[in-house]
């Protein structure tokens, strides 16, 4: 109930308030393990932390790098056929090219959202993350009891202040930030090779410099603390990133797409066609019908077109009354 409270207090509510009370409690008890050996420090307290959660998020990390891996062995055939529907955007085309790039998928066991549904649950977690470090005082009471031991200093920095703009030993959290940031983002897309003409091949690579520099700013804005966090998550990260590139690269790709392959199909017959599979089947139907429509108008068209009598014979016809009027006048 007490971290309940403490959740609502430094508002976080609805959807996250589970998750906050759960890293709240881990946080507490790593403090609490922490003073147990005479080590009285926030800083350590929220680097032990930042690894916990790594560990706790293993799992999906590991679900999404073998993702990434096996959208790198078929990005060749992806960007080949990319290239081949280039500058063709008629539906017909567009269609073919869908068709295609779904039995490249099929044939890999994957999908164009694979990676996605693991980084979709992350967000969360990683925003709960965020609200206990900003309020970790709150989370750990104990540290109120604890002030002649200094728990808020790290390597004599005080972890509620901000680096800001001007030169300060603040500085080296948001540079680290930096560093471990970009290297990770580098390593990262080391393994998920795209070719510059592929749609969002740029924005990719962009994103390799923007993100670290985002971090950068966030760290010097924020209280170190915070910064520490972002240090030690980018730091993580880049070595599990490592780890990953080392272990699929000694790896048999072959057996672990057709254990994707085989999987895939199984959840295709247990679940039916996949929201990627009934988009490109709704667009095929959709084709269809316009086809047919286009077909409908075609054929009323030629039968209207048959049953118009240019002769003028047709009872009631424009042209028939108008030879009866003719032959009015010329019976005159």
Avoid at 48 to 72: A, C, E, G, Y
Avoid at 166 to 188: C, E, G, Y
Wanted: proline residues 5%; positive net charge; contains cysteine.
């Amino acid at each position: 109930m007490m971290l309940l409270a403490q959740a609502q207090t430094t508002g976080t509510g609805g959807i996250l308030t589970p998750f906050v009370i759960i890293f709240g409690w881990i946080i507490r008890a790593i403090y609490s393990g922490l003073a147990t050996m005479g080590i009285y420090n926030v800083g350590l307290c929220i680097i032990l932390f930042t690894l916990v959660s790594k560990l706790i998020l293993l799992p999906l990390t590991m679900k999404q790098q073998r993702s990434m891996k096996i959208n790198q062995h078929m990005q060749p055939e992806i960007n080949k056929i990319t290239k081949k529907y280039r500058n063709k955007r008629d539906q017909a085309s567009m269609m073919k090219q869908n068709e295609e790039m779904q039995k490249v998928y099929e044939k890999y066991g994957s999908s164009p959202t694979g990676g996605c549904l693991p980084t979709l649950i992350q967000f969360p977690i990683i925003m709960a993350l965020y609200y206990v470090i900003r309020g970790v005082n709150t989370y750990i009471p104990q540290i109120a009891h604890d002030t002649q031991y200094h728990p808020n200093l790290f390597l004599g920095m005080d972890l509620n202040s901000a680096p800001g703009f001007r030169l300060t030993p603040l500085l080296i959290i948001p540079v680290l930030s930096f560093i471990f940031q970009f290297l990770s983002a580098k390593t990262s897309m080391s393994t998920n090779q795209m070719d510059e003409s592929t749609p969002g091949a740029g924005m990719t690579k962009s994103m390799m410099y923007t993100m670290p520099l985002m971090s950068f700013v966030m760290c010097i804005s924020l209280p170190i603390g915070i910064g520490i966090y972002w240090t030690a998550s980018a730091l993580f990260q880049y070595i599990q990133q490592v780890a990953f590139n080392y272990h699929y690269d000694h790896a048999d790709m072959d057996k672990i797409i057709e254990k994707s392959r085989e999987k895939a199909a199984k959840k295709r017959k247990k679940k039916g066609p996949s929201l990627y599979e009934k988009m490109l089947g709704a667009q095929a139907e959709q084709q269809g019908l316009q086809g047919t429509d286009s077909s409908i108008k075609k054929s009323a068209n030629l039968k209207s077109t048959k049953n118009i009598d240019y002769s003028g014979n047709s009872k009631g016809g424009i042209a028939s009354k108008a030879n009866a009027l003719n032959k009015n006048k010329g019976g005159k």
